[in-house]
Structures are given as C-alpha cells and as structure tokens.
C-alpha cells in the first residue's frame, strides 16, 4: 500500500524554523517527483512547492509566497521529502501535507502535519 | 499567480447533476491541459480525481468528469450521491513556469 506520513509539526514562534519530514512506502520513491501543498485554518489548498527526480535533474520550484524562506530537499536513499521551513511568519500556519505527483498533479497526500506559528 | 476562481457553494438533490467551474486566464488553465480536480472530506486527506483536464484515476466513479473551454475548467457530478458532500478544489500545473496554482475551493451540498 502506498503511503506517506508527514511529521515535525508543531508550535512554533515567529522568525523561528521547522523542519517537516514525509516518510513514504509502497512505491519506489526515487522515480516520482514529491510536492508539498498546505492549507491554513477556514482557508483552501495552496501550493508550497516540488521538488522533481533526479532522473529529472531535482527541479525544484517554489510558491511566491514561500520562496526564499522554504527549502525543499530528497533524501532517496530513505525515502523521505522533506520540506525546511525559515524565517516562519504567523500567516504560515497551516496544516501541510505532502503529496506523491504522477500525471503532473497530486495523485497521492499525506494525512498532513499541523504547524502552528505564534508568540 | 492568483488563485484560480470557483464558486463558493454549489448544491443540488441526490441524483441530479451539477457542475462546478474553475476559473483562470490565458497563461495558466487556458494554457495547458493539465488541469486536475479534488475532494477534500473534513478530517480525510485531499483525493485525487481527476487530471489532465477529463482523465480518471482508477477507482473514481465515473459519475465525475472533467472538461475545459478557453480559460475555464469545469468538473461536472452526475447521479449526485450525499457521499459526494465535500469541498472541491481544481489545480492548474504552469509546467512553462515549474509552478501549480490552486482553484479557491467549491463547497458541494447534497440537499
């Protein structure tokens, strides 16, 4: 069964970082390229960013609003994307789950991980 | 990029039909057939239901289809079901620009 668990969420304060994991099995992670999406309290999906294979060269490509301050990475060997999150400001709080991509859109989530950022 | 526009609420009986359009411009939805459809549960994770504009994974009922006109993506219930009760999000992948935009989400009532 193919699954993905994302984890490191938490509360956080503004300015501070956090790092998200999501831990995947039941598919050969290595041939798929991996996306974050989130979603904020009462608010809808919104794209964070992706990061592609390295049979694609590992293009990465980031929501406007993220760029500069998120940092996804690929760790193929364990199976794991992870997304590094700095300079974290209150409007990033969300529920962020990660997502398998096939067919260019998000055929696989994540229960997803709450991040909480606040004084 | 903006988000791509849906209506708010869209509502209808069980067994009739609805369709819930998606929004955009000439560079992302008019751009590309890659645009993808989900249903979000409360507490279930986002599914996947459609992609490149009129496709099904497997395991989707075929009761959900997709098209797209111009700038305007739409995704159509028939045979509406209280199951299909849900927020509906449609997704357009800029692949010139290695970004993906979001709809603002649609709420479905089964009445």
């Known amino acids: 069964e193919v699954q993905l668990v994302e984890s490191g969420g938490g509360l956080v304060q503004p300015g501070r970082s956090l790092r998200l994991s999501c831990t995947t099995s039941g598919f050969t992670f290595g041939d798929y390229a991996m996306s974050w999406v989130r979603q904020a309290p009462g608010k809808g999906l919104e794209w964070v960013g992706f990061?592609?294979?390295?049979?694609?060269?590992?293009?990465?490509g980031y929501a406007a609003s993220v760029e500069g301050r998120f940092t996804i990475s690929r760790d193929d060997f364990r199976s794991i994307a992870y997304l590094q999150m700095d300079s974290l400001k209150t409007e990033d709080t969300a529920v962020y789950h990660c997502?398998?991509?096939?067919?260019?859109?998000?055929?696989?989530w994540g229960q997803g991980t709450l991040v909480t950022v606040s004084p | 990029q903006s988000a791509l526009t849906q209506p708010a609420s869209v509502s209808g009986s069980p067994g009739q039909s609805i369709t819930i359009s998606c929004t955009g411009t000439s560079t992302d939805v008019g751009s590309y057939n890659l645009v993808s459809w989900y249903q979000h549960q409360p507490g279930k994770a986002p599914k996947f239901m459609i992609y490149?504009?009129?496709k099904r994974p497997s395991g989707v009922s075929d009761r959900f289809s997709g098209s797209k006109s111009g700038n305007t993506a739409s995704l159509t219930i028939s045979g509406l079901q209280a199951e299909d009760e849900a927020d509906y999000y449609c997704c357009s992948y800029l692949s010139g620009r290695n970004y993906y935009v979001f709809g603002t989400g649609t709420k479905v009532t089964v009445l």
């Open positions: 990061i592609r294979s390295k049979a694609y060269g590992g293009t990465i």
């Open positions: 997502n398998r991509i096939r067919y260019n859109a998000f055929d696989i």
């Open positions: 490149e504009v009129n």
